[in-house]
């Protein structure tokens, strides 16, 4: 194992010689098909000092020998900033409804079912791996691009994934939910590709369903028919890991809030990276979980929204403690990270990267239910406590 010293030469030595390297980072650019990221604003010179600093840090990391290794890919010449783009999802947790509903006069800010089931007793599977059983959608790994779109992949993926254990595999309208999910109380941001969460998204598909992703023809209306309607969906319980576990196990895929600011460069193995006082921000789709030999590690299984070619095919493995109190830190900034308006100072988050800390499940009716049409159109529906009308579409985020 290399330390202190040694490592650093070993990190600067590897830094001078990839970064004068002839070709490598054309090479690179070559191999990901692309001749910039964002605007074009940073030029060709900046992003070959980024990547040559990126694959030196996977060598440094990798020399230490770890639960998991880093990799060079395609965010290898990201900027921070750009980085940045690919989170998007602050976490609502139970408080949302308490401060925001309170100051406008309303009950809950949504409707979601308590988890009844007995997860002290009931013994579940010592390993879960849901794309087993679920082959067609699993399979259906996503790229959010630079949208801050994570909150929607993972709660159409959640639905996805749901509707194929009824039966049915159709893949779902991503581009429906972030454009026309409204957020008035800024939970996880202003709505679109500048954040919302999965629930929100869940509430969206209670009231009007969502489309399959080859009928959606960009238009927000409550008439057209819809592949998959919830019934409800369920929060579990802040920070209870055996909850999460049991869900999990028993009831398909479930939506979890992280901190995702240190998974870019994640090549592969049980990631362990994440400090307990960490700030929550992104959302990823929780299904599975196991221990993995060669580190001694629990872990869950989770996928990502940053394409096929990021971790293992798409999924990251990342530790999993299967004691509540275990790995709990503060999340010091919850109306940046996690929390809608009227956000507290500070909240506690436990699991690798706050992974407990907050997450939710749809339910999914009959295939027959599934398929029906909204009742009722834009027009005299309430969502999320916003009444919502033909005349306010131009509030939802196109």
């Known amino acids: ?22 070709g490598s980072y054309e090479d690179f650019r070559r191999a990901h098909g692309r001749d910039a990221v964002g605007d074009g604003s940073v030029s060709s010179d900046v992003r070959q000092q980024l990547f040559a600093q990126r694959k030196a840090e996977a060598f440094a990391h990798n020399s230490l020998n770890r639960s998991w290794t880093m990799a060079v890919n395609h965010f290898s010449d990201y900027t921070d900033e750009e980085l940045q ?22 009950s809950s800010f949504l409707q979601a ?10 013994v579940v599977a010592a390993e879960v791996d849901w794309r087993q059983n679920l082959q067609k959608s699993s399979a259906w790994v996503r790229n959010q691009g630079g949208c801050g779109s994570c909150w929607a992949v993972a709660a159409a993926g959640a639905l996805e994934m749901h509707n194929e254990r009824r039966g049915v595999a159709k893949r779902l309208a991503v581009q429906q939910i972030v454009d026309c999910v409204p957020n008035p109380r800024h939970c996880g941001g202003d709505g679109g590709c500048k954040g919302a969460t999965g629930e929100l998204a869940f509430e969206y598909a209670r009231i009007y369903g969502v489309m399959a992703e080859d009928g959606y023809n960009g238009t927000c209306s409550g008439a057209l028919p819809s592949a998959v309607k919830v019934a409800q969906f369920v929060r579990l319980p802040d920070n209870q890991v055996k909850y999460l576990h049991h869900a999990v196990a028993t009831k398909g895929p479930v939506v979890v809030s992280v901190d995702g600011g240190n998974w870019f460069s994640y090549g592969g193995g049980v990631f362990s990276g994440c400090q307990k006082d960490t700030v929550v921000n992104h959302a990823v789709l929780a299904v599975g979980y196991g221990h993995d030999s060669s580190s001694g590690k629990d872990y869950w299984l989770v996928r990502n929204s940053w394409g096929g070619s990021w971790g293992e095919n798409g999924y990251l493995r990342i530790e999993r403690h299967m004691q509540d109190r275990a790995y709990c830190g503060i999340d010091n900034n919850p109306k940046d990270g996690v929390y809608c308006d009227n956000a507290p100072s500070q909240i506690e988050v436990c699991g690798m990267c706050g992974i407990t800390s907050d997450s939710a499940y749809p339910v999914i009716p009959s295939y027959r239910n599934s398929l029906r049409h909204a009742k009722n159109n834009l027009k005299g529906t309430r969502l999320g406590g916003l009444f919502v009308g033909r005349e306010a579409q131009s509030g939802f985020a196109f």
């Open 113 to 122: 079912d308590e988890y009844e089931d007995d997860v002290e007793n009931e």
């Open 1 to 22: 194992m290399v330390k202190g010293t040694a490592l650093f030469v070993i990190y600067t030595t590897y830094l001078l010689r990839t970064s004068t390297a002839s």
């Open 85 to 106: 783009r690919m989170l998007g999802y602050k976490r609502v947790g139970g408080r949302w409804s308490q401060a925001s509903s309170a100051a406008s006069g309303g």
